[in-house]
């Protein structure tokens, strides 16, 4: 493979989900910091090199290949291994779960994390304060979306870790950042502590 | 392959995106058709049976598998084919488009054609109206990037369709029913042109 560069921010935990598959992986990254509250991945360098979308992470192989959006960087790495799913309909099922944490997951749960430590609830503009009500249900809806599924069952997928575990962890972990209680959901907090016990397991703020 | 039924709502670009995957693939679906206006995917046999997250599209395979998450749902119907590039960095970047459609294309444009087409501007709640300018410029940075991306080849990942282009067109191709001009976007409008022109190209309205 060649060499992997991961263009990050580190307490964001789209970037950390890349760290975490590296490291179930025992695969080796470079890291390049951007500070994203000083707009350094709106650069006309960064947009012109790295993403022309302007964010974070992005995942540089070699020189000249650059791949943005979390989670298909984690399944280009995870590409080939056991932490994506050989039967076909597992493999489909655990991309469902990745399109879920991007589309009802991250907007709310990790949005509020952003506003709460970053930006500060008391510097919201008037739009963010309209939507937060919706957001906080949305995102309290999504935990006990997981929570009610992993009732039944020790891992999302099938029965052992895999990029849907690592894809949820991210923001799921440091919810409480944003204001998210995780006291209802014990169901999720022992898969918390399952994913938090393994092997190869490294903690975002390593 | 186990029998395959679509649940879905037949205008939604995301249901569309996987009749346009099966027409390409020459698969045979079944449809179930649920009013999403009159809440029919919230029923309680909805969310037991079929998604507990209240949402279509769904595809069901033979009669205990369900799938939601429509790019998903296009992934596993196209697994193997060539739809998904055999390259791995050329299947990742395809992986790459169907996150960012999700996260930085429907969340706006079909958002957008949504509260136009059936919800009906005069009619938005003071929040939506409070998120309308935002998700218009999103909305319009999103096609500006396809448009430049486009602006350099013919499809979006390799030398020819991929899924990342079906899901891409689903909600691009009725973007002017949300309120979105496509003529700023000559390379954009070109695509199109050419996803329509392809031989088992099928329209939303099929």
Known sequence: MAAL??????????????????????L?????????????????????????????????????????????????????????????FARADMLRWLFWEQYNHEPNVATLRFWTVWIGLDNLSEVQCAMLPAKRAAGEAALALMDEHLAKRDWFVIDRLTLADIALY??????????????????????LDRMAALPRHIPITA
């Open 5 to 26: 560069v991961l263009h990050e921010y580190a307490a964001s935990g789209n970037c950390y989900k890349i760290r975490l598959t590296a490291a179930h992986l025992g």
């Open 28 to 88: 080796p990254l470079e890291r390049r910091e951007y500070d994203i509250v000083k707009g350094e991945t709106r650069t006309p360098e960064f947009l012109g090199q790295v993403n022309a979308n302007g964010r974070i992470p992005v995942l540089q192989l070699g020189t000249d290949d650059f791949l943005p959006e979390s989670n298909a960087a984690c399944f280009y790495l995870a590409d080939g291994s056991d932490l994506i799913p050989h039967d076909r």
């Open 170 to 191: 991210a923001y799921t972990h440091v919810a409480e950042a944003g204001g998210f209680s995780l006291q209802p959901y014990p169901a999720l907090r022992a898969w």
